[in-house]
């Protein structure tokens, strides 16, 4: 361990030093405190976050939260851990089981204080009041700079939750594991009376809006919750052709439906003419609600979870959407941290019958994130993942 | 009983004609058959409903439900039962024990078919494919005529529901169980895991954004179920004085809180500046779901009830107020029929504490029913009733 | 159509004369009225029941019913809709359009009332007051007399439910519908809080006691259901070696951990030293409660379906199982008629990673339901079916 | 407050020095640290455990919990705070605002670690892998010695959570904040789907068996969260008779009823012949049960919260008390941490209506803890507490 650390004296990592620019810079080895740890990366994945910011929108979704350049990126990490403080072993730990050096992890995007109203009143949810977050709002020029995934090594502050990988998986499976934990408390946040379809219940017709990453890690979500009928809808057929192979059992292509009414007619069609049970919307776009709410059946459930950044207004019917709809609309942004141990284990179950590996269509290497960042903002990728290992 | 129908072998209704057209109509007794019943009237409470359709707006809540004029208005009824068929003494009652004349019940506004997707699929609730209710869509031109409560009698079709009143009860609070109902199903389906703050919990701030009868009936559901602190915004000072008489803590007039900045405010201070945890939409006005998505706080219930009738377009901002703040938005039209009897039950019980029967601020003849409806209008009003006894 | 009534003039049906006893006899069929309906048999699920009825244990699970010899056995049924009258062609769909003869349909083992207390008032389930079911509680001597459906036809009386059957699923797997049926609804009943881990959620871990046909179908659910790891306990090699091969991860046989001790701190190896999220009793036997509970985490969640039939007293701690294990427990008999097409449109989307069909191991004619019962009571079989193609 | 300080240089406390035997012992002044704190006792209120404890039955209800004498007893908790640690005064806030010296504070029974598996995943109970409790399991012969509430002075271990009271309350409506804590998370734990009547919902009648101070607490929690009818069981007509003047609809005394038969026919007289919609134990007996679950109705929800220490055996009927009657038990030792600044809420909500103070019914001094002890016992009181301000 201790030789390993000598070769990369410097840690290469990429740096956003202002929107649209992208740089390779070197940063010192960072001590680790009893409370602290270092992680060497194994591979970050991009998220909207990151083609937000680098497009030069700053204001993330949390109130307050305003990206601080210049910033190493990335917050879907998976790493090895190379050092970790004897504190920070037993209280960074999700299942009660210490952490230790050399075993693979999955790390929390999120940096908690763990004592204000949200953190001690609203079950796991990362809603601190003082809340930050890796590969955006901390600058890498405070020292000790590695707050960012996309780097031979992050380090680890206190108030950052990790979770052990299972042996059998994949590195590509287990970098999908923060999406799939926004899934897993979305879903978790809709279920209310299965049996009595008040929330999302097994069987239920779901469809996704944007079956980009995001998309694909609820529809895997769905698939593995019982859903029924899982219907995606996007512009992209490379992202649409890709979801029916992996799990989705109606596309809508807006190629073939390009107007509201021709996508709602279709959505009729698919469901019975009922509207469908749950509509997920993974766009981005505010102003698709509108949509999502008229593709809904009465008393149907609505997670919005991509309109993560401010780009338009929302204009929706208050009476005929949302009162006389019967209409549940369920604001996801974050998840609880237990949610990546646990999708962990969901993917360890499930990977026999659902090829999570293949939602990662590129790879590039740090000195590549540039190219990484044009390649996932394009229709024919999906996962795109900046590690180390190229 | 068979000397009383002699007396009114013209049954008096009170007819709207057209909007903003009243009069006073008589009507023969029906025929009651194996499946129907009818009921001679103690009282119909005013809903914004009426108003509605007195202003000329026939578009109702329900995909499809459009007043059909003439219409004798009225659908939250009591009356005692004056002639009800053998099957219908069965299967319109709620609670298993056969439903007979002379005894005194309220009746659901809704008449459901019982055997679409939603009458077979989703508990209790009225959003039945083949869905018509009483006091609107109905015509009384249409035999047996009594299709609403401003009369002295109605006519009970199949597909209604029926729910005696425990004997302690004044008419006055036996009046109420139709919006009460309304706030039941709506605090259950807002319900979700209290202990984890998911959806409303006892001890939980609630603001009611107008506090006329939907928003008092509301602020009395919130209060039996154990809120914290209740707060009510309001620009009538009648009703505000009122709501702190009878079960709110709080009041915020416009008229000293006159912009939406002022209000969020006074909501901050009151809510140890997170936001409420819960906040229902009482006004029936589309354009403040924006400001009761801003004086919530992060993961809060935003329970819309009263936006019923299409008067503008609804503008909110889906990244801030929904995604980012974890928001939880339930529409809730109509109510559950079941809910009919157990509020009356939560009446029975609580009553020693609180004062139902004063919401129900002025009572009308059915001659005067013009007046009842400009009376409900009027800010110096709570609940308005219309009855034969006066 | 009417050509194969005639051939079958005589309706051929097992007997159940008394308990030990099978014969077959002919039955006249039966007139179809506007209430009720035909179904041509496919094929009849051996269930726990019947076992019992057949060994002479005739109290069943809902309070007051009684077996009433000679009976036709058979309530777990798939058939094709011979002749349906129109009002029932309305009223036994569970999903709002209209049956007709010719479709394939699994049928509701439960006959209910529709208007009494649990009718209204419990969403969905049997716990009518009035309850009647098929294949026990009503003789064939009756007329119409075909009530169970170890026949070539049965008779389907007012108050049952009928769900078509998705083409693509074969018959084997829409006859696993009733037992999937009650998965579905006890795992309903166990949902709570997911994020905060009330009740089952998903990725939990869970274990079945008794791996027979309720087991296994309870093992598909939580499949189906994202679970975690699914644990299997029985004494059957056969049972265990096929429940490996369907979607079972871990099996502890009887043979190899004979004590209770033993199978307790294998599960607590299996589970991290914890104990299992959740615990699914499918034995039968009552006296299995308490190593259920000895096996469960704290705050977990033992959903009891097996003791169906009292055979010996249930022994417990309950300070030690219940108030300090903050145990929940949730018995469940039948489950919501609106089940069973919930869960073949579960199957339909799940048959291409989990072969149901092989859980049907045996399949016996309506001459051979004597040898059936016998094999469905061995070891080496699963679910067992009485069938008039053979 | 110094000056406060010399006065009581020796800190009285009553010592449980073994079963049966009680001391008066004085104890130094504890030093706090940046993580702990001292509170000035206000009142400490007697709980089962401190009686079973004094009769000799040390085990507790948590795994490998024992009583460690010399204890000084006393867990429910009401104090000033005398002195807090910076650190302290920050995470041992359970709404986020830092706590001072000077504040009233009830003190959570329960020191928990933070960071085991049920601390990071079971959303804030108490069912830490470390877990310690005051009053019972940590010996006075331990410094600092004051680790329990029968004192003027007590301890706060880092771990320990306190809840300011609202000024409006006095003492002993605080003090009751512990077993109101108990009720609000077992209330919270059988809520699911109040409108499908899946566990608790408003309106619903509810028998507590057992009308002592854990019963009462349950019952004023069934009023404030909407209760239909609350109906006690119990053997002391004081308890009842005080029951009915705080909250209870209906009483059952053992001295009328003296058998399970007599008792079962006069609740279910109480509920249409149905069974009661919930049951809360708390007896303290666990052969109980059985009776507890003939009295529900089908789909009921039990919770068994009473039965803390084993006395005797439980046995019940698995097919005809569980799974025919399609019950959910649910047992409830500790409550969420959050849950006493949430009662504190509704106390301060609810006192216009409800006499909390009125089940405080006797007081005692330090030195008199041995007096306070037998009346707690005595059937002629509710609840005790021991005060130095006698």
């Known amino acids: 361990m201790e030789g390993s650390l000598k070769v990369c004296a410097s840690v290469r990592a990429a740096v956003m030093a202002a929107p649209g620019k992208m740089v390779t810079r070197g940063f010192p080895?960072?001590?680790?405190?009893?409370?602290?740890?270092?992680?060497?990366?194994?591979?970050?994945?991009?998220?909207?976050?990151?083609?937000?910011?680098?497009?030069?929108?700053?204001?993330?979704?949390?109130?307050?939260?305003?990206?601080?350049?210049?910033?190493?990126?990335?917050?879907?990490?998976?790493?090895?851990?190379?050092?970790?403080?004897?504190?920070?072993?037993?209280?960074?730990?999700?299942?009660?089981?210490?952490?230790?050096?050399?075993?693979?992890?999955?790390?929390?995007?999120?940096?908690?204080?763990?004592?204000?109203?949200?953190?001690?009143?609203?079950?796991?949810?990362?809603?601190?009041?003082?809340?930050?977050?890796?590969?955006?709002?901390?600058?890498?020029?405070?020292?000790?700079?590695?707050?960012?995934?996309?780097?031979?090594?992050?380090?680890?502050?206190?108030?950052?939750?990790?979770?052990?990988?299972?042996?059998?998986?994949?590195?590509?499976?287990?970098?999908?594991?923060?999406?799939?934990?926004?899934?897993?408390?979305?879903?978790?946040?809709?279920?209310?009376?299965?049996?009595?379809?008040?929330?999302?219940?097994?069987?239920?017709?779901?469809?996704?809006?944007?079956?980009?990453?995001?998309?694909?890690?609820?529809?895997?979500?769905?698939?593995?919750?019982?859903?029924?009928?899982?219907?995606?809808?996007?512009?992209?057929?490379?992202?649409?052709?890709l979801a029916r192979e992996l799990c989705v059992n109606e596309t809508i292509s807006l190629n073939d439906y390009p107007t509201v009414e021709g996508r709602t007619a279709r959505v009729m069609e698919l469901t019975d003419g009922l509207g469908s049970d749950m509509v997920i919307e993974c766009t981005g776009d505010p102003a698709i609600l509108s949509e999502g709410l008229d593709i809904l059946r009465l008393g149907g459930t609505y997670l919005v979870e991509g309109a993560f950044v401010e780009e338009a207004p929302t204009q929706i019917s208050a009476s005929r959407q949302i009162v006389a709809k019967n209409a549940r609309i369920v604001g996801a942004a974050g998840m609880p941290y237990q949610a990546y141990g646990r999708v962990l284990k969901m993917v360890e179950n499930n990977r026999g019958s659902i090829q999570f590996a293949k939602a990662v269509t590129h790879q590039f290497g740090i000195e590549s994130a540039e190219e990484a960042l044009k390649k996932s903002i394009a229709p024919d990728s999906m996962k795109v993942v900046v590690t180390p290992k190229k």
Chains 1, 2, 3, 4 share one sequence.
């Open 29 to 241: 080895v960072p001590e680790v405190t009893d409370d602290s740890a270092l992680v060497r990366m194994l591979g970050s994945a991009i998220c909207g976050t990151d083609k937000h910011m680098y497009s030069g929108q700053t204001k993330l979704g949390l109130p307050g939260a305003v990206v601080t350049f210049p910033v190493i990126p990335g917050h879907e990490n998976l790493g090895v851990i190379e050092r970790i403080g004897s504190n920070a072993s037993r209280v960074m730990s999700t299942d009660g089981s210490p952490l230790n050096a050399g075993e693979r992890v999955v790390i929390s995007a999120d940096i908690v204080c763990g004592h204000c109203y949200y953190c001690r009143n609203v079950y796991g949810y990362p809603w601190c009041l003082n809340h930050r977050s890796y590969g955006d709002v901390i600058s890498c020029e405070n020292p000790p700079h590695l707050f960012g995934g996309w780097a031979e090594m992050m380090y680890i502050l206190p108030g950052t939750f990790m979770s052990r990988v299972p042996s059998q998986l994949s590195d590509e499976e287990a970098v999908l594991a923060e999406q799939l934990a926004v899934a897993y408390g979305a879903f978790g946040r809709a279920y209310q009376g299965p049996n009595s379809k008040e929330g999302y219940a097994p069987a239920d017709s779901v469809v996704v809006q944007g079956i980009g990453p995001l998309g694909i890690c609820n529809a895997f979500m769905a698939k593995m919750m019982g859903a029924g009928k899982i219907i995606a809808v996007d512009k992209s057929e490379y992202r649409l052709k």
